[in-house]
């Protein structure tokens, strides 16, 4: 069977005819297959949806109970036939309950890798490669200019910032779904043990991680009272992007402003956003990270979705590679 054939992009998101599903679809469909419960990829409204445990749970936590008609859960490893295809979830590192999706009939198997990462998380399974026919990857930093540093090297500048400016508060942004608890995760890793306090937006959240045996330590609520605004000089704030254009960051007490995300890579970016501390902190691959992902899987063709698609595309054609870009709507980069 012809890749084509079996998966292509359609208005609703990347489609199988045959087994009549869609995988993250931007619009409500009837039947969805769900690679990880970041917003842009996890939208409410399907009649089914089928996904890991966790991805369930996240989009429940978000969206309500009601937020499809009916669910069911794919363990990573199980095969599952829908319509005659064969679905296989396997981890991709990227959040927790993060998948790889790979669809297989008469003898063609596509991998559609979702948001994916290569670099060790303590808040989730590593990514597996698999190998196929076609590998759909994505290339949110897809330029050779991204080369992230060692995520250990940025939690250390944020430590030793902490001991620099003990007077200050330091209010770190980082998105509430994965991001922010690795985060915290890195800093436990590093021996911070001291209470790290978390905006409201972030408690659901760490509460789920923290239920399914990812140690975060000693989380408290960033609630400031009359009387209490001293109490945060020289502690770890974390809140979501959005926070910081409303007034609560600056109520803490001389507030270090910090952003965890891959695009602090770019000064700025950071500028732009008021950035004193950026820390380049990616839950996506890099360009090394990308190129080295594609070489271990082997397949005979890649496409290409939302990022930086052309240069990835040309890299591969350099490689004897086939590739195309696939050019997707509706896919931003909220986890980053």
């Given at each position: 069977m012809k890749p084509d054939n079996l998966l292509y992009p359609a208005p609703k998101g990347l489609y199988c005819e045959l087994g009549n599903f869609y995988i993250d679809p931007v619009q409500p469909v009837e039947r969805a297959l769900i690679t990880h419960g970041h917003s842009d990829h996890a939208r409410a409204g399907h009649g089914h949806v089928l996904a890991t445990r966790e991805t369930l749970d996240i989009m429940r936590l978000r969206y309500g109970d009601g937020f499809c008609g009916a669910s069911a859960i794919a363990r990573f490893g199980e095969t599952i036939a829908i319509n005659g295809v064969r679905v296989t979830f396997r981890p991709a590192g990227h959040v927790l309950g993060s998948a790889q999706i790979c669809v297989e009939a008469d003898g063609t198997r596509i991998v559609v890798s979702g948001d994916y990462k290569r670099r060790a998380d303590p808040t989730c399974p590593p990514f597996e490669p698999i190998g196929c026919d076609v590998f759909i990857t994505e290339a949110t930093f897809g330029l050779p200019v991204f080369h992230h540093p060692d995520d250990e090297r940025e939690i250390a500048r944020l430590l030793m910032s902490l001991k620099q400016f003990p007077e200050r508060a330091?209010?770190?942004?980082?998105?509430?779904?994965?991001?922010?608890?690795?985060?915290?995760?890195?800093?436990?890793?590093?021996?911070?043990?001291?209470?790290?306090?978390?905006?409201?937006?972030?408690?659901?959240?760490?509460?789920?991680?923290?239920?399914?045996?990812?140690?975060?330590?000693?989380?408290?609520?960033?609630?400031?009272?009359?009387?209490?605004?001293?109490?945060?000089?020289?502690?770890?704030?974390?809140?979501?992007?959005?926070?910081?254009?409303?007034?609560?960051?600056?109520?803490?007490?001389?507030?270090?402003?910090?952003?965890?995300?891959?695009?602090?890579?770019?000064?700025?970016?950071?500028?732009?956003?008021?950035?004193?501390?950026?820390?380049?902190?990616?839950?996506?691959?890099?360009?090394?990270?990308?190129?080295?992902?594609?070489?271990?899987?082997?397949?005979?063709?890649?496409?290409?979705?939302?990022?930086?698609?052309?240069?990835?595309?040309?890299?591969?054609?350099?490689?004897?590679?086939?590739?195309?870009?696939l050019h997707l709507v509706g896919y931003e980069d909220e986890g980053e």
């Open positions: 330091h209010v770190v942004g980082a998105y509430a779904l994965g991001k922010a608890q690795r985060v915290i995760a890195l800093l436990r890793r590093q021996g911070y043990d001291e209470p790290i306090h978390i905006h409201g937006a972030l408690a659901k959240l760490c509460d789920y991680y923290q239920s399914q045996g990812i140690d975060l330590g000693d989380i408290r609520p960033a609630t400031l009272g009359p009387a209490s605004r001293q109490d945060f000089a020289g502690m770890i704030v974390i809140g979501p992007p959005a926070a910081f254009a409303e007034r609560w960051a600056r109520r803490f007490p001389d507030p270090l402003a910090s952003f965890a995300s891959g695009w602090m890579l770019i000064r700025q970016r950071a500028k732009q956003r008021g950035v004193e501390l950026p820390l380049v902190i990616s839950d996506h691959c890099d360009w090394a990270e990308l190129t080295e992902t594609i070489r271990e899987v082997a397949p005979a063709e890649v496409w290409v979705t939302h990022g930086r698609e052309e240069a990835l595309v040309r890299w591969c054609e350099l490689q004897g590679i086939p590739a195309r870009p």
